[in-house]
Protein backbone atom coordinates (compact mmCIF):
# COMPACT_ATOMS: atom_id res chain seq x y z
CA UNK A 1 0.00 0.00 0.00
CA UNK A 2 1.49 3.31 -1.05
CA UNK A 3 0.96 5.33 2.20
CA UNK A 4 2.56 8.53 1.14
CA UNK A 5 2.37 10.76 4.01
CA UNK A 6 0.88 10.71 7.78
CA UNK A 7 -0.30 13.85 9.23
CA UNK A 8 0.89 14.11 12.99
CA UNK A 9 -0.59 12.35 15.82
CA UNK A 10 -4.10 12.91 14.09
CA UNK A 11 -4.21 9.46 13.19
CA UNK A 12 -4.47 10.41 9.68
CA UNK A 13 -2.85 8.26 6.74
CA UNK A 14 -2.85 10.27 3.17
CA UNK A 15 -2.88 7.89 0.27
CA UNK A 16 -3.54 8.12 -3.75
CA UNK A 17 -6.40 7.00 -5.17
CA UNK A 18 -4.56 4.75 -7.85
CA UNK A 19 -2.88 3.05 -4.80
CA UNK A 20 -6.04 2.23 -2.74
CA UNK A 21 -8.05 1.15 -5.89
CA UNK A 22 -5.26 -0.67 -6.86
CA UNK A 23 -4.58 -2.18 -3.44
CA UNK A 24 -8.08 -3.10 -2.91
CA UNK A 25 -7.79 -5.08 -6.44
CA UNK A 26 -4.78 -7.14 -5.37
CA UNK A 27 -6.23 -7.99 -1.95
CA UNK A 28 -9.59 -9.27 -3.05
CA UNK A 29 -8.83 -10.76 -6.60
CA UNK A 30 -10.99 -14.42 -7.01
CA UNK A 31 -9.98 -16.72 -9.20
CA UNK A 32 -11.86 -18.46 -12.01
CA UNK A 33 -11.64 -22.49 -11.57
CA UNK A 34 -9.96 -23.21 -14.81
CA UNK A 35 -8.15 -26.57 -14.23
CA UNK A 36 -7.98 -28.35 -17.25
CA UNK A 37 -5.10 -30.91 -16.58
CA UNK A 38 -2.73 -32.04 -14.60
CA UNK A 39 -1.92 -28.27 -13.83
CA UNK A 40 -5.16 -28.10 -11.99
CA UNK A 41 -4.36 -30.32 -8.96
CA UNK A 42 -1.00 -28.07 -8.52
CA UNK A 43 -3.59 -25.32 -8.57
CA UNK A 44 -6.02 -27.12 -5.75
CA UNK A 45 -2.83 -27.60 -3.78
CA UNK A 46 -1.87 -23.73 -4.01
CA UNK A 47 -5.60 -23.27 -2.82
CA UNK A 48 -5.52 -25.58 -0.17
CA UNK A 49 -4.04 -25.88 3.64
CA UNK A 50 -0.37 -25.99 2.81
CA UNK A 51 -0.06 -23.00 0.59
CA UNK A 52 -3.84 -20.98 0.97
CA UNK A 53 -4.04 -18.72 -1.87
CA UNK A 54 -6.31 -17.11 0.93
CA UNK A 55 -3.38 -15.33 2.45
CA UNK A 56 -3.56 -13.22 -0.29
CA UNK A 57 -6.91 -12.87 -0.56
CA UNK A 58 -8.52 -15.54 -3.07
CA UNK A 59 -11.12 -17.53 -0.95
CA UNK A 60 -12.50 -18.89 -2.83
CA UNK A 61 -11.80 -20.34 -6.50
CA UNK A 62 -15.42 -19.12 -8.83
CA UNK A 63 -16.28 -21.79 -10.75
CA UNK A 64 -18.98 -18.82 -12.32
CA UNK A 65 -17.45 -16.13 -14.56
CA UNK A 66 -19.29 -13.06 -13.28
CA UNK A 67 -17.98 -13.80 -9.76
CA UNK A 68 -14.48 -13.87 -10.64
CA UNK A 69 -11.34 -11.34 -11.44
CA UNK A 70 -8.57 -13.61 -11.99
CA UNK A 71 -8.57 -16.53 -14.81
CA UNK A 72 -5.86 -19.12 -13.68
CA UNK A 73 -5.89 -21.37 -17.15
CA UNK A 74 -4.28 -24.76 -16.15
CA UNK A 75 -3.55 -27.00 -18.46
CA UNK A 76 -3.86 -27.58 -21.78
CA UNK A 77 -6.79 -25.96 -24.28
CA UNK A 78 -7.79 -27.93 -26.67
CA UNK A 79 -9.32 -26.65 -29.58
CA UNK A 80 -12.50 -27.64 -28.37
CA UNK A 81 -11.99 -25.66 -25.40
CA UNK A 82 -11.03 -22.69 -27.07
CA UNK A 83 -14.10 -20.69 -27.90
CA UNK A 84 -15.56 -22.01 -24.39
CA UNK A 85 -12.59 -20.36 -22.73
CA UNK A 86 -12.95 -17.01 -24.59
CA UNK A 87 -16.85 -17.23 -24.09
CA UNK A 88 -16.05 -17.32 -20.34
CA UNK A 89 -13.57 -14.78 -20.75
CA UNK A 90 -16.06 -12.65 -22.21
CA UNK A 91 -18.46 -12.92 -19.26
CA UNK A 92 -15.59 -11.98 -16.46
CA UNK A 93 -16.41 -8.29 -15.62
CA UNK A 94 -13.89 -5.59 -15.84
CA UNK A 95 -11.06 -5.31 -14.37
CA UNK A 96 -9.82 -9.28 -15.57
CA UNK A 97 -6.64 -10.45 -15.46
CA UNK A 98 -5.44 -13.87 -16.84
CA UNK A 99 -2.33 -16.12 -15.69
CA UNK A 100 -1.22 -18.98 -17.74
CA UNK A 101 -0.21 -21.48 -15.53
CA UNK A 102 2.40 -24.26 -17.14
CA UNK A 103 4.14 -25.03 -20.10
CA UNK A 104 1.05 -26.00 -22.09
CA UNK A 105 -1.42 -23.09 -21.60
CA UNK A 106 1.73 -20.70 -22.17
CA UNK A 107 2.79 -22.05 -25.72
CA UNK A 108 2.01 -25.71 -26.22
CA UNK A 109 4.32 -27.19 -24.03
CA UNK A 110 5.04 -31.04 -25.46
CA UNK A 111 2.07 -31.18 -27.21
CA UNK A 112 3.20 -29.70 -30.26
CA UNK A 113 -0.10 -30.72 -32.37
CA UNK A 114 -3.33 -30.20 -34.34
CA UNK A 115 -5.41 -30.89 -31.46
CA UNK A 116 -3.90 -27.97 -28.88
CA UNK A 117 -3.63 -24.63 -28.86
CA UNK A 118 -0.37 -23.52 -29.33
CA UNK A 119 -0.76 -21.02 -26.30
CA UNK A 120 -3.58 -19.65 -24.87
CA UNK A 121 -2.61 -16.39 -25.80
CA UNK A 122 -4.11 -16.78 -29.15
CA UNK A 123 -7.40 -16.33 -27.54
CA UNK A 124 -7.24 -14.18 -24.46
CA UNK A 125 -4.73 -11.35 -23.14
CA UNK A 126 -2.24 -12.91 -20.80
CA UNK A 127 -0.84 -11.22 -18.28
CA UNK A 128 1.73 -13.63 -16.72
CA UNK A 129 3.20 -16.28 -17.88
CA UNK A 130 4.15 -19.24 -14.96
CA UNK A 131 6.64 -21.79 -16.28
CA UNK A 132 7.02 -25.50 -15.19
CA UNK A 133 5.57 -28.64 -15.96
CA UNK A 134 3.24 -28.46 -13.64
CA UNK A 135 4.42 -25.47 -11.97
CA UNK A 136 5.01 -26.09 -8.02
CA UNK A 137 2.52 -24.32 -5.64
CA UNK A 138 4.88 -21.90 -5.15
CA UNK A 139 5.69 -21.33 -8.72
CA UNK A 140 1.93 -20.43 -8.97
CA UNK A 141 2.38 -17.80 -5.96
CA UNK A 142 4.79 -16.44 -7.72
CA UNK A 143 3.39 -15.68 -10.73
CA UNK A 144 0.31 -14.28 -8.82
CA UNK A 145 2.79 -12.00 -6.90
CA UNK A 146 4.18 -10.77 -10.32
CA UNK A 147 0.94 -10.18 -11.19
CA UNK A 148 0.36 -7.64 -8.28
CA UNK A 149 3.21 -6.00 -8.93
CA UNK A 150 2.02 -5.38 -12.32
CA UNK A 151 -1.17 -3.63 -10.88
CA UNK A 152 0.48 -1.77 -8.19
CA UNK A 153 2.05 -0.12 -11.86
CA UNK A 154 -1.65 0.88 -12.82
CA UNK A 155 -2.23 4.24 -13.58
CA UNK A 156 -6.18 6.13 -13.52
CA UNK A 157 -5.20 7.52 -16.86
CA UNK A 158 -4.52 3.89 -18.73
CA UNK A 159 -8.14 2.89 -17.03
CA UNK A 160 -9.96 5.02 -19.33
CA UNK B 1 -17.94 -44.23 23.11
CA UNK B 2 -18.04 -43.51 19.95
CA UNK B 3 -19.18 -40.45 20.30
CA UNK B 4 -15.72 -39.83 22.51
CA UNK B 5 -13.57 -41.67 20.42
CA UNK B 6 -15.22 -39.28 17.22
CA UNK B 7 -15.06 -35.45 18.89
CA UNK B 8 -10.86 -37.10 20.50
CA UNK B 9 -9.78 -36.72 16.45
CA UNK B 10 -11.65 -33.54 16.37
CA UNK B 11 -10.24 -32.15 19.62
CA UNK B 12 -6.58 -33.53 18.68
CA UNK B 13 -7.13 -31.60 15.27
CA UNK B 14 -8.07 -28.47 17.09
CA UNK B 15 -5.13 -28.61 19.02
CA UNK B 16 -2.56 -28.58 15.99
CA UNK B 17 -0.90 -25.42 14.80
CA UNK B 18 -1.31 -24.29 11.12
CA UNK B 19 0.07 -26.22 8.43
CA UNK B 20 0.66 -22.88 6.07
CA UNK B 21 4.06 -22.39 4.35
CA UNK B 22 4.35 -18.33 3.99
CA UNK B 23 5.28 -18.62 0.75
CA UNK B 24 6.86 -15.26 -0.31
CA UNK B 25 8.47 -14.78 2.98
CA UNK B 26 9.09 -18.20 4.45
CA UNK B 27 10.41 -21.32 1.84
CA UNK B 28 10.18 -24.67 1.98
CA UNK B 29 13.36 -26.08 0.80
CA UNK B 30 13.23 -28.46 -2.47
CA UNK B 31 14.55 -31.62 -2.78
CA UNK B 32 18.06 -32.73 -3.90
CA UNK B 33 17.49 -34.16 -6.73
CA UNK B 34 14.77 -31.44 -7.84
CA UNK B 35 14.99 -30.33 -11.37
CA UNK B 36 14.44 -26.23 -11.87
CA UNK B 37 15.97 -23.47 -14.10
CA UNK B 38 19.09 -24.83 -15.73
CA UNK B 39 22.53 -23.79 -15.92
CA UNK B 40 25.67 -24.32 -17.88
CA UNK B 41 28.66 -25.15 -16.39
CA UNK B 42 32.45 -24.38 -16.33
CA UNK B 43 35.75 -25.89 -15.15
CA UNK B 44 37.70 -24.80 -13.14
CA UNK B 45 39.72 -22.91 -15.58
CA UNK B 46 37.03 -20.98 -16.43
CA UNK B 47 36.45 -22.81 -20.24
CA UNK B 48 32.85 -23.49 -20.20
CA UNK B 49 32.15 -27.27 -20.42
CA UNK B 50 29.46 -27.01 -23.35
CA UNK B 51 31.06 -27.95 -26.86
CA UNK B 52 28.16 -27.18 -28.98
CA UNK B 53 27.19 -30.81 -30.08
CA UNK B 54 23.11 -30.04 -29.83
CA UNK B 55 22.64 -34.05 -27.99
CA UNK B 56 20.61 -32.13 -25.68
CA UNK B 57 18.26 -30.38 -28.40
CA UNK B 58 18.09 -34.03 -30.06
CA UNK B 59 17.12 -35.69 -26.41
CA UNK B 60 14.69 -32.67 -25.68
CA UNK B 61 11.19 -33.96 -25.97
CA UNK B 62 9.41 -30.66 -26.14
CA UNK B 63 12.31 -29.18 -28.67
CA UNK B 64 12.66 -26.08 -26.32
CA UNK B 65 16.58 -26.19 -26.79
CA UNK B 66 18.44 -24.12 -29.60
CA UNK B 67 22.37 -24.58 -30.22
CA UNK B 68 24.37 -23.37 -32.44
CA UNK B 69 27.49 -24.25 -32.96
CA UNK B 70 30.75 -22.35 -33.45
CA UNK B 71 34.45 -23.06 -34.48
CA UNK B 72 37.27 -23.04 -31.13
CA UNK B 73 40.46 -21.06 -32.38
CA UNK B 74 43.34 -21.48 -29.55
CA UNK B 75 43.15 -17.10 -29.65
CA UNK B 76 39.62 -17.35 -28.81
CA UNK B 77 38.58 -20.51 -26.78
CA UNK B 78 35.63 -20.97 -24.87
CA UNK B 79 35.59 -24.82 -24.50
CA UNK B 80 38.27 -27.56 -24.66
CA UNK B 81 37.92 -29.29 -28.29
CA UNK B 82 36.78 -27.96 -31.55
CA UNK B 83 33.45 -25.85 -31.14
CA UNK B 84 31.77 -24.38 -28.68
CA UNK B 85 28.04 -23.40 -28.60
CA UNK B 86 28.11 -19.86 -30.09
CA UNK B 87 23.78 -19.24 -29.34
CA UNK B 88 22.60 -21.57 -26.64
CA UNK B 89 18.70 -21.03 -26.20
CA UNK B 90 15.92 -22.32 -23.91
CA UNK B 91 12.36 -21.75 -23.95
CA UNK B 92 11.74 -22.16 -20.39
CA UNK B 93 7.63 -21.98 -21.46
CA UNK B 94 8.42 -25.16 -23.76
CA UNK B 95 10.53 -27.17 -21.05
CA UNK B 96 9.15 -29.53 -18.93
CA UNK B 97 12.00 -29.97 -16.55
CA UNK B 98 12.38 -33.80 -17.46
CA UNK B 99 16.09 -33.69 -17.69
CA UNK B 100 16.80 -35.33 -20.71
CA UNK B 101 19.52 -33.29 -21.64
CA UNK B 102 21.53 -33.29 -18.55
CA UNK B 103 21.43 -37.11 -19.36
CA UNK B 104 22.37 -36.75 -22.38
CA UNK B 105 25.05 -34.18 -22.32
CA UNK B 106 28.49 -35.86 -22.68
CA UNK B 107 30.36 -33.13 -20.59
CA UNK B 108 27.92 -32.73 -17.98
CA UNK B 109 28.02 -29.05 -18.82
CA UNK B 110 23.76 -28.27 -18.34
CA UNK B 111 22.81 -29.08 -14.81
CA UNK B 112 18.73 -28.64 -13.67
CA UNK B 113 19.44 -26.47 -10.48
CA UNK B 114 16.76 -25.95 -7.89
CA UNK B 115 15.83 -22.51 -9.07
CA UNK B 116 11.92 -22.58 -9.55
CA UNK B 117 10.58 -18.62 -9.75
CA UNK B 118 9.88 -18.29 -13.41
CA UNK B 119 6.98 -16.03 -13.85
CA UNK B 120 7.06 -13.71 -16.70
CA UNK B 121 4.99 -10.85 -18.12
CA UNK B 122 6.46 -11.16 -21.91
CA UNK B 123 6.41 -14.86 -23.13
CA UNK B 124 9.73 -13.18 -25.18
CA UNK B 125 11.24 -13.38 -21.65
CA UNK B 126 10.98 -16.63 -21.28
CA UNK B 127 13.75 -17.29 -23.81
CA UNK B 128 16.67 -18.05 -21.53
CA UNK B 129 19.92 -17.25 -23.68
CA UNK B 130 23.62 -18.14 -23.26
CA UNK B 131 24.51 -15.28 -20.95
CA UNK B 132 21.70 -15.57 -18.80
CA UNK B 133 22.52 -19.59 -18.01
CA UNK B 134 25.77 -19.95 -17.83
CA UNK B 135 27.34 -19.69 -14.54
CA UNK B 136 29.88 -17.18 -13.65
CA UNK B 137 34.02 -17.60 -13.68
CA UNK B 138 35.03 -19.57 -10.86
CA UNK B 139 36.99 -16.27 -9.01
CA UNK B 140 40.02 -15.25 -9.74
CA UNK B 141 39.93 -17.09 -13.55
CA UNK B 142 39.54 -14.87 -16.71
CA UNK B 143 35.83 -15.36 -18.51
CA UNK B 144 35.84 -16.90 -22.04
CA UNK B 145 36.89 -16.56 -24.81
CA UNK B 146 40.69 -17.28 -23.29
CA UNK B 147 43.75 -16.87 -25.37
CA UNK B 148 45.58 -20.64 -24.83
CA UNK B 149 48.64 -22.44 -25.60
CA UNK B 150 47.96 -24.69 -28.93
CA UNK B 151 47.60 -28.25 -28.59
CA UNK B 152 46.75 -27.74 -24.81
CA UNK B 153 43.02 -27.97 -25.43
CA UNK B 154 42.59 -30.21 -28.31
CA UNK B 155 39.88 -32.62 -26.33
CA UNK B 156 36.26 -31.81 -25.94
CA UNK B 157 36.28 -34.00 -23.14
CA UNK B 158 39.85 -33.45 -21.28
CA UNK B 159 40.21 -35.87 -18.68
CA UNK B 160 37.74 -38.85 -19.20
CA UNK B 161 37.11 -41.03 -15.66
CA UNK B 162 36.94 -44.67 -16.35
CA UNK B 163 33.86 -46.24 -15.65
CA UNK B 164 33.63 -47.23 -11.98
Known sequence: MGLTSKLGNMGIVTTRLEDTVNWGRTNAMWPMLFGLACCAIEMMSTQAANYDLSRFGMELMRPSPRQSDLMIVAGRVTRKMAPVLRQLYDQMPEPKWVISMGDCASCGGVFNNYAIVQGVDEIVPVDVYVAGCPPRPEQLIHGIVTLHERIKQERIVDWA | ?164
Open chain 2, 1 to 164: MNLIRGFATTIKHVLEGPVTIQYPEQERPVRERFKGRHALKRYDNGLEKCIGCSLCAAACPADAIWVEAAENTDEERFSPGERYAKTYEINMLRCIFCGYCEDACPTEAIVLEHEYRLSFNDRRDAIYTKDRLIDPPPHGVPATPQVTEPGQFDRSIPDMENPK
